[in-house]
């Protein structure tokens, strides 16, 4: 198994590094091979260039001289003075001078060896058209040659032509070795700069090694990780997202657990309770069945506790699960406000509270109309719930630009105002005797405010203890 900073890979692993390092020499080979050639071109071109305008001089010198001669060649005087041309220039030229007539016949040649030939080469035949012709070969036993043929003019007429040829080897070898210096050149400064690069890229790389020992601490359960990222690119980005992902994932997990807490007391309590009047049940003999009758009544009090607690609980679980799952409908809210009033109002009844809508406009709006009636339901029964008997609850419905107000008004007991910020935290109740008098579990409002939210609405309340409480659920017309 590799192991890559530290950590063990078991997948395939190339690491970034590599790949960098990697395609920066592929890039250096191809690199290299292109600048080569086109240097090497160039080069070439360029001294052949020079040779060629050398030896084109050289041969306009020869034919200046020889132009008079050839024309009357015929006297073997000027035969013997063309022969010591060609041997004085062949000399001093280093190369091979042949002069030719205008039947391709060799007149004079410096090496002695083709005179009276006729010699058949593309260079001499142009010439002869009073063209300057030169041409590169290569030949195996000596390697590379230039050849030039240029006109002998004398009195506007072409009487023969000069050919020379010389070889070129030493411009290939002056180009070679020039090439071999560039060519080592370049390989030592890629060489540097890929040690450079590849000391960078360990400088560059160097924040990941942070997120290593975090990420494997997180995985052991302990989220408050964080990693302090000092450069100023991508990496000091990904530390700060990383750094507030951990804040929340501590958060959330802070939450469950207090959840959690609060769910097995909330549980416990009416459990508890049910054991002892069980146990006071079972201890007794002879009980009357009055009082028999009361402890069931009691036990039944605290199951629908039980019941109402596990309820809510597996209605909170849901909206968390579907948070994103609403079934939007147009509706009117008034509607829906009629709907609860009729429901509520047998629970009023009873603390002979009256319950009072007050539909100023009618609004329509789109919205999940069961998640919307669960949100108001518990806000108007915690008005009923929290009011003493013979008092009003209003309910009013409103709207101004873009928003449709629901604003539900007692005159119960109020919060207390250091209370307020807390009354919407899941299992927060203001006054644990009175609550557990009227029944409750703390978890209505956290609903409510959870199903507003998924609406794009708000709750506040404005409350006075002893004069009572106003909520006020606005949501967003556009929704
Ligand atoms: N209209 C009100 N007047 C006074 N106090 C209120 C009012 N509405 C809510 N509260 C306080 O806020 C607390 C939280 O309310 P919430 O509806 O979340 O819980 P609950 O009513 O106790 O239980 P349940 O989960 O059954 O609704 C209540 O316990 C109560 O103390
Ligand atoms: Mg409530």
Known sequence: MDTILGIEIKKKYVSFRWKLLSTYLILIVILFFILISIITDYLLDWHINEKQEELTEDSQQIADDISYYLSVYDSSIYKT????????????????????????????DSNDEFNFLTLELIEVEESLKGEISTNNYYFRDIGHVMYIGYPVIFEDEINGSVFISESINNLYEKVNSLIYKIKVLIIVISFLIIVGLYLLTYFFLKPINKFYPAIENIKKGDLGQKVDIKTRDEFNLLGEAFNSMTVRLNEVDEQRESFVANVSHELKTPLASIKLLTENLLLQEDIEKKVYREFLEDINDEIDRLNNIVTELL?????????????????????????????????????????????????????????????????????????????????????????????????????????????????????????RKTGGTGLGLSISKQIINMHHGTINVKSRVGKGTTFYIKIPLEE
């Open 315 to 435: 209605s909170l679980v849901d909206l968390d699960k579907n948070k994103l799952k609403l079934n939007y409908q147009i509706a009117y809210l008034n509607y829906i406000l009629e709907k609860i009033i009729e429901q509520l109002n047998p629970l009023a009844k009873e603390k002979n509270i009256k319950l009072v809508l007050e539909e100023i406009d009618r609004i329509q709006i789109k919205m999940d109309k069961d998640k919307i009636k669960q949100a108001i339901i518990n806000i108007v029964h915690n008005a009923i719930k929290y009011s003493e008997e013979n008092t009003v609850v209003k309910v009013s419905l409103y709207s101004d630009k873009s928003y449709a107000t629901i604003k539900v008004s007692d005159t119960g007991y109020g919060i207390p105002k250091e209370s307020i910020p807390y009354i919407f935290d899941r299992f927060y109740r203001v006054d644990k005797a009175r609550s």
């Open 81 to 108: 003075y063309l022969k010591s041309v060609v041997n004085k220039y062949g000399d001093t030229l280093n190369s091979r001078i042949i002069i030719i007539d205008e039947e391709k016949r060799v007149v004079a």
